[in-house]
């Protein structure tokens, strides 16, 4: 509805000139000229929140504003405020972001994921754990929307064939775990690594802003990797045994179709080797850098010049025999997902204006340090699991990491011991369909209700919930002793 847009839009900038004319955080500033820039940068701030949980704008669009209104008020000068837009964390998105193409471009991600159906066998919960398990690994490397389009036309082949004559109700929750263990394990997969999903990225590049704290690639898998493995379980004991158990139900002809897609792609061609070859080497070295650099301290080897290295491998390596082309042109980056780097650029910068005008530390001290850490830390947890529900969860990340930053030094721990489960909890979204797009592609096959959807979501937030506290407290001194000590 037009009307409906039009006050989204309003609202943005009427908060931000309410909060400019009330100033309401005057009370905790004694000195005007803190007062005032902590009123602007609040004002900005909430408008941005407000677009961006209302969509009144796309998100990359919103993530501009501070590089509009910073210097337009004197908040920061156009030169610091470009900086964040070109953080070296954005150009880890960007190099992840072309491997992914890659992968995609040579139809490399079909390979991996008809290989591992053909393992797994064509029972109904044998076939709904191989396409879990193909989900999820390629949504560790590439973007979870792509592997639910893709996987979803071979789901729906799957059913197809089914026989009318057989239990109505085992084929429906056939149905439902099948498409549901899809989109469930596409946001699962994505939180092992630090590519995975956006929000992943914006945590590490908050940790190494504002803490001057380096989470690498490897030591990130360390901390979530066990945890996905065990939420995974959980998704396909909930989906398969609990909620929707298929009983016995026979599905003919399910291997043949699996072997018949694996002959449509043919052999392996020296461009498809090569793309795998350059993929494996920077999966291979982002993993071990930690290792490489044991052994060489010298090296200055980082996860965005891995990235990089990957980059220019695969827009200058021969992309067949006859070395005419290379192994991606420059064309395939217009499906890059570029707003994503802009809502990385602006989450950066609204973070740094809020910490320097003093927000954050003031927010922070509105914990109660009488508090336990553990009531603390479930009720942050809580509050990141469920906000992803209703807006982007790269839109959350780059509002809450920051504040829990702060209340980390308020309450005295490591800030790494609520950022971290945070960021695993913000890509938890499992209830509802608008809350993710793998949740969206596949309720738009018409064979799932928002109720089972519901249902299911619910129950695995809460064992998310279980599931990523204690495992967080538990992993992170291990993965990173120097905060441990």
Known sequence: MAWWRVFRQILGPAIFALILIVEPLTMWFPEPDAASQANRVLAVGAWMLVWWILEAAPLAVTALLPMLLFPLMSVMSPNDTALHYGHPIVFLFFGGFVLALGLEHY???LRIALLILSWTGTSPPRLVLGFMLATGFLSMW???????VMMLPMAISVLNLLHSDQDQKSQSNFAVSLLLGIA?????????????TPPNLVFAGFMEEQVGFTVSFGRWMIVAFPIVVVLFVCVYFVLTQLLFPT???????????????????GAMQFGDSLMLAVFVSAAGLWIG?????????KLGLTDTTIALFAVVLSFVLPGDTSFRKPLLSWDVTTRLPWGILLLFGG???????LEDAGIISTMANLVPRSWPYWIVLVLLVALALYLTEVMSNVALVGVLIPVLIGIAHGIKVHPLYLTIPATLASSCAFMLPM??????IVFGSGKITMAQMFIAGFVLNLLSLIIIVPLTQLLIPWAFPAIAQ
């Open 247 to 265: 009983k016995e139900l026979a599905i003919s002809n399910a291997d043949e179709a699996i072997q018949a897609e694996r002959k449509k792609l």
């Open 347 to 353: 989450g950066m910068c609204l973070a740094a204006a």
């Open 184 to 196: 469930f394990s596409a946001s699962v997969g994505g939180m092992s690594t630090l590519i995975g």
């Open 107 to 109: 139809r490399l991600h």
């Open 142 to 148: 590439i973007s979870n929307t792509a592997t639910t």
């Open 435 to 440: 809350a993710t797009p793998p949740n969206a």
């Open 289 to 297: 850098k930690d290792t490489l650099l044991w052994f060489w301290p």
